[in-house]
């Protein structure tokens, strides 16, 4: 029986998937290994006793705007032939903001649309819609500006006139963090508060974080809109997993990979744990980028320079995540609002100090998913989700095999207690399932180093308009392409989706090349 | 709308900027260290997970001891240097080739958490009518042997976020396994709670484990355990089955949970009357162990075809048996581990054909469903099929 293949995709993560899906799509043999017993890596759920628990994707960008425009997402989806087999619901509400830092007394709910949003700010800050007009403006030109980016080759005088001119805006402030833009356009606090408030999504500190990059999420979420899949992300990950099939391809579970192998500095397939050899004339790698330069590959094959990029990187957040299955509809319990952000402080600085441990870390972001799709649960039932993100790499480093339990139940129990001050409800009687998972969870489960959910951090320069423009640059192993979270646009569903994607075309337009000078 | 003016700095000194970190970035790049760092198995949170939940424990039996006529306990330790950490409640699942079966049962822990630091655990196997397993484990597997085992698993533990304080455990058979460990946690302070234990059996020797348990409560105001005879009266101990009437007898006069652990004859019984105490569903937890199949719906013989990594074998399987036991009886590997359609390790899909299954037993994802995937552990054939395992 003939075991080669053109592609073999190691992991069936998300940009596994949408990588497998491509190729087959364009009429490739290929092969699709994944470790697990499940497609989706972090894009799953879990049943505990009546309730099905969403994993991690508590929302998702680029179907919207609002199910009426396709996003780019969904125009992938749609040419992956995977749309019709999932159903989607859009949120109209961005975020409830909540400190619980007494003197700030912040409860901000903001909505999705431009419009809607900027009229929700000038509520809270009369006077604010000049600053706010602004703001979305150069967000906007900024994320046209990147795309801009994304689609050059070669650099040309033309190429620098559009950028200056089409794109001025996004060009000078590109350079600069979040508070720095924020200076420069003398926004008043509230403002900063409203729109920095998604900034928890990456536990980090505004006046480091790149402004383009924390706006083209921004934008992502509150111009375009959020949706999230009415039967969890489980539901996605099965239908480009059934459609990948459909094409032909072959996906085999519970089937670790061993070794990428490599000859000549050009992959060629590879070995399985159980010994098995497979080969192809590519292979794309979903396993994180961490683990594909310190386990796939032997050492020697690994280009210096490459082993320098993973080295100048440092580890993104590390998450921690309450799934809570509540005995009393959410009604009942006064949970009003789908996303909740409750924070110890609105500024961003000291909090990224006190998201580095958990004696101090308040920072949650609480998801009430029936407020999204009702009928997510039995009837006069809650299902809620509490997460938490470390910053730094020590937070969790006093856990062992024997305190790990009461370690975790331990700041579980100030996550309730946080949420149930911060939004005035009692939920822990009602607790009727749980789970809780921390970054040894993330570790076991995503082989994460040190139980990072973010792959690499985004700031300075590792930021992520400077990996779109340097990741092309130095020695790479021929005919291994990356996809998923560590890539070049950072961790993140939509970033992951894309980067299966991209390593599909980046496959497909080799082997014209190579057909050509053949 | 363009803006013009934008209030900034100057453009170019702003462009010069931007532009000025990519080549920043190429320099961090330049000066970073040139050796590989080390594997994700470096980091404390990846030892502490790696430790909890190993691939595979080969256990081997280091002493087996009779309980009752019909009860043995199996002293293990395993040749990874370690027993993995686990919660009392939980259990391991073990796979044994008997024959040309490959077949996989889940035993919860007898021993305590901390034992388990030391490298030992501990199991107890109960003869059962039809056993197969369990009469293969009494009758062969000695001192000496090893077994093929993994990681614990299970949710059947005490949860304080979760439970009632006191917790009112009902056991039946080996059903007694799972509040050995927990009496053992509560003595040795893994655990903290408020156990009372009402056991039945049908007689007095068939309790198992009475020595060390009383012990336990002769030391241990936490832990109380009272013995309900079926078909003996005797001084000291309740008699007839465990219901509503004893539950409460025992039970606080606050909230309680009730913990159940035992035959499938004996959760019928029990499931009726617990419903008699009004008890909010958090409070009730069952553990399955094996029992929550349901029941076969044709007896007939089938054809079944197993797609395994490309490979396809033809076997047959009966509609009185569940998939996973076809799968078992053709020795066919599949990862299983509760066996009660609960953790989900052995699903995989149906390719065609048609399958059984009981709604109290389907704790498959909404979209498994509706891809056609089925838990085979609590799957039972209602015609030819297909199924891809891997």
Redesign the interface.
């Known amino acids: 029986m003939s075991k080669k293949y053109d592609v073999v995709v190691i992991g069936a993560g998300n940009g596994g998937l949408t990588a497998a899906a491509k190729l087959a799509l364009e009429g490739k043999k290929v092969l699709l290994l994944e470790k697990h017993n499940l497609p989706g890596g972090s894009a799953t759920s879990f049943v505990r006793g009546r309730f099905e628990f969403e994993a991690s994707l508590h929302e998702l960008c680029g179907i919207g705007p609002e199910l009426t425009v396709d996003g780019e997402l969904k125009k992938m989806f749609d040419e992956l032939g995977v749309s019709e087999k999932i159903e989607w619901i859009a949120l109209k509400e961005a975020f409830r903001m909540i400190t619980l830092d007494d003197e700030e007394n912040i409860d901000y709910t903001l909505p999705v649309g431009r419009e809607a949003f900027i009229d929700k700010v000038e509520e809270y800050c009369p006077g604010s819609r000049g600053v706010s007009n602004a703001l979305f403006d150069i967000i906007e030109e900024s994320n046209a500006g990147l795309d801009y980016l994304g689609t050059i080759t070669d650099f040309s005088t033309d190429i620098f006139k559009k950028i200056f001119g089409e794109y001025s805006d996004f060009i000078n402030t590109a350079g600069y963090t979040v508070n720095e833009v924020f200076d420069a356009l003398n926004a008043p606090k509230a403002v900063r508060d409203c729109f920095g408030g998604y900034w928890l999504y990456l536990g980090t500190n505004l006046d480091e974080e790149s402004f383009t990059h924390y706006f083209t999420m921004f934008k992502s979420y509150v111009i375009d809109g959020p949706v999230i899949p009415k039967s969890r992300s489980h539901v996605i990950s099965s239908a480009l997993l059934s459609r990948f099939e459909e094409l032909g391809g072959e996906a085999w579970m519970n089937t670790a990979v061993k070794k990428i192998n490599v000859i000549n500095n050009k992959a060629v397939g590879v070995t399985l744990e159980n010994g098995e050899m497979i080969e192809s004339d590519y292979v794309v790698c979903n396993a994180a980028a961490y683990n594909m330069y310190t386990k796939l590959l032997d050492k020697e094959v690994v280009p210096k320079f490459q082993i320098k990029k993973l080295n100048s990187a440092k580890l993104a957040p590390k998450g921690f995540s309450l799934f809570l299955g509540l005995d009393t509809s959410p009604e009942e319990l006064g949970i009003t609002n789908h996303s909740y952000f409750i924070y110890n402080t609105a500024d961003s600085a000291k909090q990224a100090q006190l998201t580095k441990s958990r004696a101090t870390n308040g920072l949650q972001a609480a998801v009430c998913l029936n407020n999204g799709v009702p009928d997510c649960s039995p009837e006069g039932t809650t299902i809620l989700y509490i997460t938490a993100i470390f910053t730094g790499d020590e937070a969790w480093n006093d856990v062992t095999e024997e305190n790990y339990v009461n370690v975790k139940r331990e700041f579980a129990d100030k996550v309730i207690e946080n949420f149930e001050k911060a939004t005035g409800t009692k939920i822990r009687e009602h607790i009727e399932e749980i789970e809780i998972a921390t970054p040894v969870t993330y570790a076991r489960y995503l082989d994460a180093p040190n139980g990072t959910i973010y792959g690499f951090e985004n700031t300075g320069s590792y930021g992520v308009v400077q990996r779109v423009a340097t990741d092309a640059i130095g020695p790479k192993i021929a005919n291994l392409y990356y996809a998923g979270g560590y890539g070049t646009r950072s961790l993140g569903f939509n970033p992951a989706y894309s980067s299966g994607y991209e390593a599909a075309q980046n496959v497909l337009g080799n082997m014209k090349k190579e057909g050509q000078s053949k | 709308?363009?803006?013009k003016a934008?209030?900034?700095?100057n453009?170019l000194k702003?462009?010069a900027?931007?532009?000025?970190?990519?080549p920043?970035?190429?320099?961090?790049?330049?000066?970073?260290?040139?050796?590989?760092?080390?594997?994700?198995d470096s980091?404390?949170?990846?030892k502490?997970?790696?430790?909890?939940?190993p691939k595979e424990q080969p256990l081997t039996v280091t002493k087996v001891e009779d309980v009752t006529d019909d009860f043995k306990r199996y002293y293990l330790k395993s040749e990874n240097g370690r027993t993995?950490?686990f919660?009392a409640g939980q259990y391991i699942s073990i796979t044994l080739k008997i024959g040309e079966s490959l077949c996989t049962r889940a035993y919860s822990l007898a021993s305590s958490?901390?034992e388990a630091?030391k490298n030992e655990y501990c199991i107890a196997v109960k003869r059962a009518a039809g056993g197969f397993v369990s009469d293969y484990i009494l009758d062969n597997v000695k001192e000496g042997d090893t077994l093929t085992s993994y990681a614990p698993e299970g949710?059947f533990v005490y949860?304080?976020?979760?439970d009632a304080k006191t917790v009112i455990g009902v056991a039946g058979g080996s059903g007694i396994t799972p509040f050995l460990s927990l009496a053992k946690a509560i003595d040795e302070r893994s655990e903290n709670l408020n156990l009372i234990l009402l056991y039945g059996a049908r007689t007095e020797k068939d309790l198992a484990f009475k020595k060390e348990l009383d012990s336990i409560a002769e030391n241990n105001g936490s832990f109380k355990v009272v013995y309900v005879l079926s078909e003996s009266k005797a001084k000291g101990f309740e008699h007839g089955f465990i219901g509503a009437d004893l539950i409460k007898k025992y039970a606080p006069k606050g909230e309680y949970s009730v913990f159940a652990c035992g035959p499938a004859a004996m959760y019928k019984f029990l499931k009726g009357e617990i419903e008699k105490l009004g008890l909010?569903?958090?409070y009730v937890r069952f553990e399955m162990q094996g029992t929550a199949n349901g029941e076969a719906k044709s007896g007939e013989t089938y054809k079944m075809t197993v797609i395994n990594?490309?490979?396809t074998s033809e076997f047959t399987c009966r509609g009185d048996e569940t998939v996973l036991t076809a799968l078992e009886r053709a020795g066919v590997p599949v990862?299983v581990r509760c066996r009660s359609g609960?953790c989900?390790?052995c699903?995989s899909k149906l390719v065609s054909g048609e399958v059984y299954i009981d709604e109290s037993a389907d704790?498959?994802?909404?979209?498994?469903a509706?891809?056609g995937?089925i838990h085979p552990c609590c799957s039972f054939p209602v015609s030819d099929i297909t199924i891809k395992i891997?």
Do not use: C, W
């Open positions: 709308m363009k803006i934008l209030p900034l700095k453009g702003d462009f900027n931007t532009v000025s970190t990519i920043a970035r190429l320099g961090d790049v330049a000066k970073a260290s040139d050796t590989l760092p080390l594997p994700t980091f404390q949170v990846n502490v997970a790696r430790a909890l939940h993995a950490y919660r958490p901390k630091l949710t949860e304080p976020l979760r909010k569903k958090k990594r490309g490979e990862p609960e989900g390790f699903r704790y498959r994802r909404i979209a498994d509706r891809f995937y891997n």
